[in-house]
């Protein structure tokens, strides 16, 4: 993946390669998942490969492959055509097994590991994150044609960042090692034990982690890695509509400057720190926000087990509460939101207007919005004079982690924003496991909006001169006012138009201004500006920001 | 700032296609592949990413369907960038044939001129042994697929072959049969195009339905095994149960409020399409003028409305959110986002049920998210035994 420049790194040592094995629908399924993940996380979409030897452990092979693997990745359907993604596991630490020809594991260290003449691979625990993949190889040009025309059928995978080519030779040099081995001496359930011995090991971890970053990001151990990279993919979309969101975005990676939540005003919204921290709300909040959460967790448990209608997992939640209220005020307004839920794609709904006039507050919007619009780009593009940023931004909670990272088309995942999700998700996955295997870190991507403070006055030129660009480029004539004034300091005539141009009597200058409020409500809308100036800009201002004011 | 009602064709999610759809896209480009599926297991879907492979590789394909509505439904799911090459069966037929043979198609006369007259086909496979190699119009060069494979009849797949079409690529579905007696079977499409049985694939899991959908459609499922039942879809974002609701009798809404309902469903999703599927003409008329005549509060202004009549020059536009109202003659293998369907009693044949059945089938599997029936206050005793009494499949309204 091109994103070696953003992955922070140790010294650099010679990059060493480990081969996966699988078949082009697997690594499309990956490629869109954002994981190398064991076969349950195909969710039934599993074509055999070497995933499924020993589930939960990621096969990785050095130097030469088995012909029998090949055999093994294209086994189930006529249509599966062979690859290898090539690993950089540098920066990877934890618990590794050696696996050899005869499937018998050892125990090792990745830092440590040796293969030896008698070893053919190494197990290493699921998930992976795509940001280890350097090369993906095809041993035909078929078989790298049929990849790249699959992968543009389907809305979820982007095969830019990934370096794709042709290598026979991998097949060509296959060694006959056994595969699948005949008897694997220890598998899986040995992770107990390795918790134990790694658990000194993840504290250290966890330390270094605290002192790279301002603050740690938060994690609900029982949030599933879709969901969380879903999460946060929404969350980093809705920054750009408000000072709030951007805040909100980066508590949540651990990026924030501000000490404590108190910045959030909206009792539910507030209680995002207590329930990714723990999975639960904070004594002091009221009822509407057990609701929304509990809610929430009703969400991500039907994410996790893919089992049930959201909307339907929902309502039967808030019936299930309904019940247990004895406020009548919440009550009776809980009553009118299940109604209203329920009516949603019926005859009797009204407008969105009579929904939100009958249903206020930050649990009922949120809630109706997950009814009302189908998918998380729908969403985004959502505006109502009556949603405040607060709700917008529990509506796309709910729609982050109902879609999970998975759902997500392609012009929701810039490349640093999946490099970091990627991150993310993988790093849950483990410390969910609790098996002490560690991932190199990912940049923290920004959303657009982060570079543009809302205190207009403290704006420096280098942000000026960017959200011009930004409004030439996106043709947002709204958002750039040119004043003119005559070059002494007098009145000016009125002018005269002549060819679409007004002509002054006299010497003039002119100005050109950013409208800030339309250029902020240009940048909150959806879809985002271009990607490459999206890039670049951010590129600019990162180097440029810091440096003008220290030089102020 | 006036709302957005662009409708949305996203290609599938990696997750939203099966191992058999997976399949599908897998075949050859060349050779002769015949998919069956039931409705919303996106025989279509699977046919129009074969026809942007086809455009991509820049090979001489076209997609013939079956009625002018999927013509122009298909250009629409088929996306902006690229256009397609896309035609009705029996114009794009009739035009072959005059270029090949510099005549009209023969057709059997019949007693009364007036009626209608149908295509002699014994005449134009006599017509078609007279080519020579180098006359033949089509070669290994050229693909075809074929939506709705099943409303063409056998002798067009034969005649097809003689006419030297190697590449074929239909979809179909025997259940969806508009003419019984002029449609080809599976067996018939295998024939003609020489597919073994064990190579024509089956798709069987729902694509486009939600679930409550999906489940009603099972219920009028009328079991014909040349085609599999298709399995219900699995989680889907959003889903509500299809409403049944009875309108204009004392104590019911009126037809003016209900279609006020219609019209603020429309405003609460100004990109969905939502088809008012009518049982004949006059109804149709009836829920235009209504339609035309109500003006309930709504957000975003009156919805674009549409409606469809034989013969019509003008094209729907399945690009933009709003109301289109057809006939259940015109509604097969389109596809909107919430069908309504009007005057439910009203349907016929009554005297065959399994027609009857049929015909619920495919309406109901016309709404993507949502279905909705409606009744007057009169109903009837042969439609009323079709209709589920489970609240979980279809709520009764009141």
């Known amino acids: 993946m091109n994103i070696a420049s953003s992955r922070e790194r140790g010294a650099r040592k010679p990059v060493e390669s480990w081969y996966l094995v699988t078949n082009q629908l697997n690594l499309l399924y990956m490629l869109a998942a954002g994981l190398v993940m064991e076969p349950s996380g195909f969710r039934g979409k599993h074509y055999v490969d070497t995933l499924a030897t020993i589930p939960g452990w990621v096969p990785l092979f050095r130097n030469t492959i088995p012909a029998k693997a090949f055999e093994q990745v294209v086994s189930e359907r006529k249509h599966l055509r062979p690859c290898v993604v090539l690993l950089d596991l540098s920066g990877i630490s934890g618990s590794v097994q050696v696996l050899s020809r005869e499937g018998k594991i050892r125990d090792s260290n990745f830092s440590s590991v040796r293969l030896g003449k008698g070893d053919i691979a190494i197990l290493i625990q699921a998930p992976l994150p795509l940001t280890l993949f350097s090369r993906i190889c095809f041993v035909a040009d078929e078989d790298r ?159 996790e087990q893919n089992s049930s209608q959201p909307v339907n997992l929902i309502l039967e939640y808030l019936d299930s509460q309904l019940t247990q209220l004895t406020d009548e005020k919440y009550k009776s307004r809980l009553d009118r939101l299940i109604t209203d839920m329920r009516g949603f794609f019926g005859l009797d709904g009204g407008t969105i207007t009579e929904l939100f006039e ?189 440096a003008e004011a220290n030089e102020a | 700032m006036p709302v957005d009602r662009s409708r949305r064709f996203d290609l599938p999610g990696i997750q939203d296609l099966n191992k058999d759809q997976d399949e599908a896209l897998a075949r050859p480009l060349d050779g002769q592949h015949l998919i069956i599926g039931g409705p919303g297991t996106g025989k279509s879907v699977v046919a129009l990413l074969r026809a942007r492979r086809l455009a991509a590789e820049d090979k001489n394909y076209l997609i013939l369907v079956y009625n002018h509505l999927l013509n122009g439904s298909n250009r629409k799911l088929f996306g902006s960038t690229q256009s397609l090459d896309s035609n009705t069966w029996e114009g794009w037929f009739w035009r072959m044939y005059r270029s090949i043979f510099n005549r009209s198609v023969p057709t059997i ?30 070669n290994d ?90 399995d219900l879809p699995a989680l889907a974002p959003s889903a509500s149960t299809p409403e049944l609701w009875t309108y204009g009798g004392p104590g019911q809404p009126s037809l003016n409020e209900v279609i006020g309902q219609i019209l603020q469903m429309s405003d609460r999703f100004p990109s969905k399409l939502i088809g008012i599927i009518t049982p004949d003409n006059v109804v149709r008329k009836m829920f235009c003028d209504a339609v035309d005549g109500s003006n309930p509060r709504l957000d975003n202004g009156k919805p674009p409305v549409q409606t469809f009549e034989s013969g019509q020059g003008t094209p729907l536009d399945f690009g933009s959110g709003g109301i289109m109202i057809i006939n259940a003659q015109s509604c097969k293998g389109l596809e909107f986002d919430i069908a309504i369907l009007a005057n439910i009693d009203q349907h016929q044949p009554k005297w065959d049920i399994y027609a009857l059945k049929s015909r619920f089938y495919v309406m109901v599997a016309r709404g993507r998210e949502q279905v909705i029936l409606l009744r007057t206050g009169d109903p009837c005793k042969v439609v009323e035994s079709l209709l589920p009494i489970d609240s979980n499949l279809l709520v009764r309204k009141k």
């Not at chain 2, 079409?165 to 007696?181: H, K, R, S």
Request: with cysteine; net charge negative; glycine share 4%.
């Open chain 1, 145 to 303: 044609k049929a990849f790249e025309v699959a992968a543009k059928d389907v809305s979820n995978v982007d095969l830019r960042p990934y370096r794709i080519e042709v290598n026979d030779s991998l097949q060509c040099n296959a060694n006959d090692a056994v595969w699948p081995p005949v008897q694997i001496v220890r598998s899986r359930s040995r992770n107990t034990r390795q918790k134990e011995a790694s658990s000194s090991q993840g504290d250290l971890l966890e330390a270094a982690e605290d002192a790279l970053q301002v603050s740690k990001p938060l994690l609900n151990r029982q949030i599933s890695a879709q969901a969380l990279g879903g999460l946060l993919a929404m969350l980093y979309h809705c920054a750009n509509r408000s000072k709030l969101g951007v805040d909100i975005f980066k508590l949540t990676t651990g990026s924030s400057e501000k000490t404590g939540e108190n910045f959030i005003q909206d009792p539910i919204l507030a209680e995002l720190p207590s329930w990714l921290n723990t999975g639960e709300v904070s004594e002091q909040s009221n009822t509407p926000a057990r609701l929304y959460w509990g809610a929430m967790n009703a969400l991500v448990v039907a994410q």
């Open chain 2, 141 to 230: 060069s050229h693909f075809l697929l074929l939506d709705e494979g099943q409303d063409m009849p056998p002798q067009f797949y034969s005649t097809l072959k003689d006419w030297g079409l190697e590449n074929f690529y239909v979809v179909a579905d025997q259940n969806q049969q508009l003419q019984p007696d002029k449609c080809s079977s599976r067996q018939d499409i295998e024939n003609a195009l020489a597919v073994n049985t064990a190579d024509t694939l089956e798709l069987k899991a729902n694509y486009r339905n939600t679930r409550p959908v999906a489940q009603l459609a099972h219920h009028f499922y009328p079991a014909n095994p040349a085609s599999p039942r298709p």
């Open chain 1, 358 to 546: 009958r249903n206020k507050g930050s649990l009922s919007r949120p809630l109706l919005l997950f009814c009302l619009r189908e998918r998380c780009n729908d969403l985004l593009e959502f505006a109502h004079p009556l949603l405040t940023e607060a709700e917008h931004l529990l509506a796309g909670l709910l729609f982050g982690v109902r879609d999970g990272w998975m759902r997500l088309p392609r012009e929701m995942r810039n490349q640093n924003l999946s490099a970091y999700v990627m991150y993310r998700m993988a790093s849950a996955a483990h410390q969910k496991q609790e098996d002490g295997l560690s991932i190199p870190n990912m940049a923290r991507p920004q959303p657009l909006r982060a570079f543009f403070p809302s205190e207009i006055d403290t704006w420096q030129t280098s942000q000026t001169l960017a959200a011009m660009e930004i409004s030439k480029h996106s043709k947002w004539r709204d958002c750039i006012e040119t004043s003119i004034s005559s070059a002494d300091g007098s009145l000016l005539d009125q002018p005269r138009s002549q060819n679409q141009t007004f002509i002054f009597v006299g010497e003039a200058t002119a100005k050109l201004r950013v409208r800030h409020e339309a250029f902020f409500d240009r940048i909150g809308k959806w879809p985002p500006i271009d990607a490459d100036l999206e890039f670049r800009v951010k590129k600019d201002l990162s180097s440029t920001v810091n």
């Open chain 2, 109 to 138: 006369q019949q007693e009364n001129q007036k009626a209608f007259q149908p295509v002699d086909w014994d005449a134009i496979s006599e017509a078609s042994k007279t080519l020579n190699d180098n006359e033949l119009p089509f």
